[in-house]
């Protein structure tokens, strides 16, 4: 616990010495054209609806030289634009946005005439401006990713933020809500910039109680820059929710019911987001409710010791109906100190249930065994969280930042359940259980982040420090019953506690400079610190510190920039894991009698090595992003499971026993047709090598699998006319590779039509859900030490859902400040059912 103050106290020097510093030279992002060119200027202006002159947000600003070379940039929420490292000369300015007419204007450029002032651009009444504008909004390439812009993709409208993820570059989320990103589940997920953990227990509860509607962009992040946490293997996916920045009350009210035609579900969202703002002052607040529910069938069962005379098999049933209740609500405020200092606050609550009933029934002749079961979990969940925030620039240059962020979130979750079994045999109840697993989690963060604008044209150094405390705890007692019993009897093997600190200390510094004319290189490094303890109250467990974990973790990127758009990224970075409760809880989860599973306390960080090698274009109309990449893993958490000769009970543990090699290729290509039709395709191949060490008896025994998976997706949409589009999604998720076995694809596809009504304000929407498949069967195989198992999971989603949404006051948004705990191993396997989450 002494390092906490410690670094508060490095922090606070850091920062005032920081705000001392006299460099003058503003400070300048990472160049996408030629630099260091004494000649080339920043070219500035402002774009404004010519009627209104309110600001015109996102547009396209391009100028185009003699020499057919273009220069480009976006506008932000106030229609300003800066088009870095122009030449001097004469150039056509055009600007483009959608429902306005196209503008151009002849322009010279030189140290002089760098500001061309106020473009006024006209509302359009046919669709002939919707050209490349539009697709370039929706995916946006950058140094360290991606961007996804949600808001103007219209076939998000009534949806979650787990079906939008699902047409995002480079990830995919399975029918349980379990993400991805390349191939892998070992990533960070945030919500404007601060850890899920925050809204739910797990990522998937997350996503499923984030709208669409209230999404305005997701960042994907697979080369993520030193100031990011060092947490996510294969990267970082950032959610930004809506704010709006203007004055007056302002805000969204909007819905979603769907219905599972086959299964009887009802489902869905209600919900609202509220702003005002009134001089310096700001408020906004967000709320709402949601359910969720799914039904999975599963069929299969484990063989134990194939091949050999005591060969068994058990055969096992299951059906499992998973429903939730949810809500969420944020209340925030922001004040302007004045043109140079603001602060930012804000308070959330987030409670909810998931339930899951679930039949199951088991025959092993081997042991006697024939059985039902009907294991009943109510899982109630509450989370607290509070941030703050001071953000400063510096009078003698505003690009020269200082923010101090604060955190405090405070999670409860109860993840017992009641079982019941009968003996099919003499069809009575002989056996009863009642579990209770009390978690809690209690996380408090300080960060500072520092920017400091250099001497040399377009650098500039970043540097901070940070430090997370977390305070976790697992109490977990079992009671059972058995046929001639009075009453309940507490299992004493089966009840304990654990208690469980981790304190992080990190700090980062990275350094952004063009090396020539085309390339411009982000190099950094990150050092984090951390340090485990804990205590095992029962059953001869104790206290127990893991040995300091001293991670440096480097990065850098590499621009080349081919003019005309073309651009070449070469990227590499480290990152590492820290496993989260779910892996290291030695609770061990008894609810399937013959299928044990245990966390491991003593389980330390992944660490990961990522190369990235990325070309970007666009082709007349259409956009193109190839990326191959390579990953390597040296000590990859992984589960094993093995089956018991004596009790033939199979237990499924964790440890440090992998090493991972996964190469690919993503492709992403976009393009629009006759001004009304934009057709978006995604693609990926991945070769994933696991090869794995387990110590049984003394005996290493290596596991070792390899193969390929693969993923796509496309997406269309229609504009008819400015009230009606069409649009339509489809998705294949191949195989999924797993160190002892692989789970079967499966796929998805809707269509779906929005209309415009209340004169632009409101939207509604309705969409078909694979109105074609009754069922998806999903096949799942997995080779155990002494065992194999198969399973065939059945997913019926036919369905139909509405959407509707209602803007009020003007339409623009921001971004707030927040912690970043972009960290912990979360626990998705990938395997269908017993899940707590629902589709």
């Given at each position: 616990?002494?390092?906490?103050?410690?670094?508060?106290?490095?922090?606070?020097?850091?920062?005032?010495?920081?705000?001392?510093?006299?460099?003058?030279?503003?400070?300048?992002?990472?160049?996408?054209?030629?630099?260091?060119?004494?000649?080339?200027?920043?070219?500035?202006?402002?774009?404004?609806?010519?009627?209104?002159?309110?600001?015109?947000?996102?547009?396209?600003?391009?100028?185009?030289?003699?020499?057919?070379?273009?220069?480009?940039?976006?506008?932000?929420?106030?229609?300003?634009?800066?088009?870095?490292?122009?030449?001097?000369?004469?150039?056509?300015?055009?600007?483009?946005?959608?429902?306005?007419?196209?503008?151009?204007?002849?322009?010279?450029?030189?140290?002089?005439?760098?500001?061309?002032?106020?473009?006024?651009?006209?509302?359009?009444?046919?669709?002939?401006?919707?050209?490349?504008?539009?697709?370039?909004?929706?995916?946006?390439?950058?140094?360290?990713?991606?961007?996804?812009?949600?808001?103007?993709?219209?076939?998000?409208?009534?949806?979650?933020?787990?079906?939008?993820?699902?047409?995002?570059?480079?990830?995919?989320?399975?029918?349980?809500?379990?993400?991805?990103?390349?191939?892998?589940?070992?990533?960070?997920?945030?919500?404007?910039?601060?850890?899920?953990?925050?809204?739910?227990?797990?990522?998937?509860?997350?996503?499923?109680?984030?709208?669409?509607?209230?999404?305005?962009?997701?960042?994907?992040?697979?080369?993520?820059?030193?100031?990011?946490?060092?947490?996510?293997?294969?990267?970082?996916?950032?959610?930004?929710?809506?704010?709006?920045?203007?004055?007056?009350?302002?805000?969204?009210?909007?819905?979603?019911?769907?219905?599972?035609?086959?299964?009887?579900?009802?489902?869905?969202?209600?919900?609202?987001?509220?702003?005002?703002?009134?001089?310096?002052?700001?408020?906004?607040?967000?709320?709402?409710?949601?359910?969720?529910?799914?039904?999975?069938?599963?069929?299969?069962?484990?063989?134990?010791?194939?091949?050999?005379?005591?060969?068994?098999?058990?055969?096992?049933?299951?059906?499992?109906?998973?429903?939730?209740?949810?809500?969420?609500?944020?209340?925030?405020?922001?004040?302007?100190?004045?043109?140079?200092?603001?602060?930012?606050?804000?308070?959330?609550?987030?409670?909810?249930?998931?339930?899951?009933?679930?039949?199951?029934?088991?025959?092993?002749?081997?042991?006697?065994?024939?059985?039902?079961?009907?294991?009943?979990?109510?899982?109630?969940?509450?989370?607290?969280?509070?941030?703050?925030?001071?953000?400063?620039?510096?009078?003698?240059?505003?690009?020269?930042?200082?923010?101090?962020?604060?955190?405090?979130?405070?999670?409860?979750?109860?993840?017992g359940y009641n079982l019941n079994s009968t003996n099919l045999v003499s069809n009575n109840i002989d056996y009863k259980e009642v579990n209770d697993n009390k978690t809690k989690n209690n996380e408090?963060?300080?960060?500072?982040?520092?920017?400091?604008?250099?001497?040399?044209?377009?650098?500039?150094?970043?540097?901070?420090?940070?430090?997370?405390?977390?305070?976790?705890?697992?109490?977990?007692?079992?009671?059972?019953?058995?046929?001639?019993?009075?009453?309940y009897v507490r299992d004493p093997l089966r009840t304990n506690r654990l208690q469980y600190n981790q304190l992080v200390g990190a700090g980062y510094g990275q350094f952004t400079t063009p090396l020539?004319?085309?390339?411009?290189?982000?190099?950094?490094?990150?050092?984090?610190?951390?340090?485990?303890?804990?205590?095992?109250?029962?059953?001869?467990?104790?206290?127990?510190?893991?040995?300091?974990?001293?991670?440096?973790?480097?990065?850098?990127?590499?621009?080349?920039?081919?003019?005309?758009?073309?651009?070449?990224?070469?990227?590499?970075?480290?990152?590492?894991?820290?496993?989260?409760?779910?892996?290291?809880?030695p609770y061990i989860d008894y609810s399937d009698t013959l299928n044990w599973k245990q966390g491991n306390e003593r389980l330390v960080p992944e660490r990961t090595h990522n190369i990235e090698l990325?070309?970007?274009?666009?082709?007349?109309?259409?956009?193109?992003?190839?990326?191959?990449?390579?990953?390597?893993?040296?000590?990859?958490?992984?589960?094993?499971?093995?089956?018991?000769?004596?009790?033939?009970?199979?237990?499924?543990?964790?440890?440090?026993?992998?090493?991972?090699?996964?190469?690919?290729?993503?492709?992403?290509?976009?393009?629009?047709?006759?001004?009304?039709?934009?057709?978006?395709?995604?693609?990926?191949?991945?070769?994933?090598?696991?090869?794995?060490?387990?110590?049984?008896?003394?005996?290493?025994?290596?596991?070792?699998?390899?193969?390929?998976?693969?993923?796509?997706?496309?997406?269309?949409?229609?504009?008819?006319?400015?009230?009606?589009?069409?649009?339509?999604?489809?998705?294949?998720?191949?195989?999924?590779?797993?160190?002892?076995?692989?789970?079967?694809?499966?796929?998805?596809?809707?269509?779906?039509?929005?209309?415009?009504?209340?004169?632009?304000?409101?939207?509604?929407?309705?969409?078909?859900?694979?109105?074609?498949?009754?069922?998806?069967?999903?096949?799942?195989?997995?080779?155990?030490?002494?065992?194999?198992?198969?399973?065939?999971?059945?997913?019926?989603?036919?369905?139909?859902?509405?959407?509707?949404?209602?803007?009020?006051?003007?339409?623009?948004?921001?971004?707030?400040?927040?912690?970043?705990?972009?960290?912990?191993?979360?626990?998705?396997?990938?395997?269908?059912?017993?899940?707590?989450?629902?589709?």
């Amino acid at each position: 616990m002494k390092t906490l103050p410690l670094l508060i106290t490095v922090a606070g020097s850091l920062s005032i010495s920081l705000a001392q510093a006299q460099t003058t030279t503003p400070q300048i992002s990472v160049p996408t054209v030629e630099a260091a060119d004494v000649s080339a200027v920043t070219v500035t202006g402002t774009v404004l609806d010519a009627n209104t002159k309110q600001p015109v947000e996102m547009a396209n600003v391009v100028l185009t030289g003699a020499d057919k070379k273009q220069y480009f940039a976006y506008t932000d929420e106030s229609g300003k634009f800066a088009i870095e490292s122009v030449p001097n000369g004469a150039y056509k300015l055009s600007a483009y946005f959608v429902n306005y007419k196209n503008f151009e204007q002849d322009v010279a450029i030189s140290s002089g005439t760098s500001d061309v002032g106020t473009v006024n651009m006209t509302t359009s009444t046919t669709l002939k401006e919707v050209t490349v504008t539009d697709f370039k909004k929706i995916i946006e390439q950058r140094p360290d990713g991606i961007n996804y812009n949600v808001e103007n993709d219209k076939s998000n409208q009534g949806t979650s933020a787990t079906d939008v993820l699902r047409k995002v570059p480079m990830v995919t989320v399975d029918m349980e809500g379990n993400v991805q990103l390349r191939g892998n589940s070992n990533i960070k997920v945030l919500i404007d910039g601060k850890p899920s953990e925050l809204m739910a227990s797990s990522v998937k509860d997350v996503l499923r109680q984030i709208p669409a509607d209230n999404i305005k962009s997701i960042e994907v992040l697979t080369s993520p820059g030193a100031k990011y946490d060092g947490e996510g293997a294969s990267g970082v996916i950032n959610i930004i929710t809506k704010r709006k920045l203007v004055k007056g009350l302002s805000g969204t009210i909007f819905g979603a019911p769907s219905y599972n035609i086959d299964r009887d579900l009802l489902m869905g969202h209600v919900g609202a987001n509220i702003n005002y703002r009134q001089g310096k002052w700001g408020v906004n607040t967000s709320f709402g409710f949601s359910r969720w529910a799914m039904v999975l069938d599963s069929k299969g069962g484990r063989t134990d010791f194939p091949g050999e005379a005591r060969e068994s098999r058990l055969d096992q049933t299951q059906h499992m109906l998973g429903y939730g209740n949810f809500g969420w609500s944020k209340l925030g405020a922001d004040y302007q100190i004045d043109s140079l200092q603001s602060i930012q606050a804000s308070v959330n609550y987030n409670p909810g249930t998931w339930n899951q009933e679930m039949k199951t029934t088991m025959a092993y002749p081997a042991s006697n065994i024939n059985f039902a079961r009907d294991i009943d979990q109510k899982n109630p969940r509450n989370t607290v969280g509070v941030n703050a925030a001071y953000s400063k620039k510096f009078k003698n240059n505003p690009k020269r930042t200082l923010d101090v962020l604060v955190a405090y979130s405070a999670q409860s979750m109860n993840a017992g359940y009641n079982l019941n079994s009968t003996n099919l045999v003499s069809n009575n109840i002989d056996y009863k259980e009642v579990n209770d697993n009390k978690t809690k989690n209690n996380e408090t963060t300080v960060q500072v982040d520092y920017v400091e604008p250099l001497k040399g044209k377009n650098q500039k150094l970043e540097f901070g420090v940070k430090a997370i405390n977390r305070d976790i705890s697992s109490d977990y007692s079992l009671e059972k019953w058995t046929s001639g019993q009075a009453d309940y009897v507490r299992d004493p093997l089966r009840t304990n506690r654990l208690q469980y600190n981790q304190l992080v200390g990190a700090g980062y510094g990275q350094f952004t400079t063009p090396l020539s004319k085309k390339i411009s290189m982000v190099a950094g490094a990150r050092y984090e610190i951390t340090h485990i303890n804990g205590n095992i109250r029962d059953n001869n467990g104790g206290d127990f510190t893991l040995p300091v974990f001293n991670n440096f973790l480097p990065n850098v990127v590499f621009m080349y920039d081919l003019k005309n758009f073309n651009k070449l990224k070469l990227s590499y970075n480290k990152r590492i894991e820290r496993p989260s409760i779910e892996f290291v809880n030695p609770y061990i989860d008894y609810s399937d009698t013959l299928n044990w599973k245990q966390g491991n306390e003593r389980l330390v960080p992944e660490r990961t090595h990522n190369i990235e090698l990325g070309y970007s274009t666009f082709i007349g109309r259409s956009s193109i992003n190839l990326t191959a990449f390579h990953r390597y893993t040296d000590n990859a958490i992984e589960a094993t499971t093995k089956v018991d000769p004596n009790t033939r009970i199979s237990l499924t543990s964790y440890g440090n026993i992998a090493k991972s090699n996964i190469s690919g290729l993503d492709l992403f290509a976009s393009s629009t047709f006759f001004g009304k039709l934009m057709i978006n395709l995604n693609g990926s191949a991945y070769y994933k090598q696991l090869n794995g060490t387990i110590i049984d008896n003394g005996t290493n025994i290596k596991i070792k699998n390899t193969g390929w998976e693969v993923r796509g997706n496309a997406y269309a949409n229609y504009t008819i006319n400015d009230k009606f589009s069409l649009n339509g999604f489809g998705m294949l998720n191949g195989n999924q590779v797993q160190l002892q076995g692989n789970q079967g694809g499966w796929y998805y596809y809707f269509i779906g039509a929005q209309m415009n009504i209340l004169k632009g304000k409101g939207t509604i929407g309705v969409a078909a859900e694979n109105f074609l498949t009754a069922k998806i069967n999903i096949p799942t195989t997995y080779r155990y030490q002494n065992a194999t198992y198969d399973m065939m999971t059945t997913y019926v989603g036919r369905g139909v859902r509405l959407s509707f949404n209602y803007n009020f006051g003007k339409m623009q948004y921001g971004k707030e400040k927040a912690v970043n705990n972009d960290d912990l191993k979360k626990n998705n396997s990938g395997q269908m059912g017993g899940g707590m989450g629902g589709n």
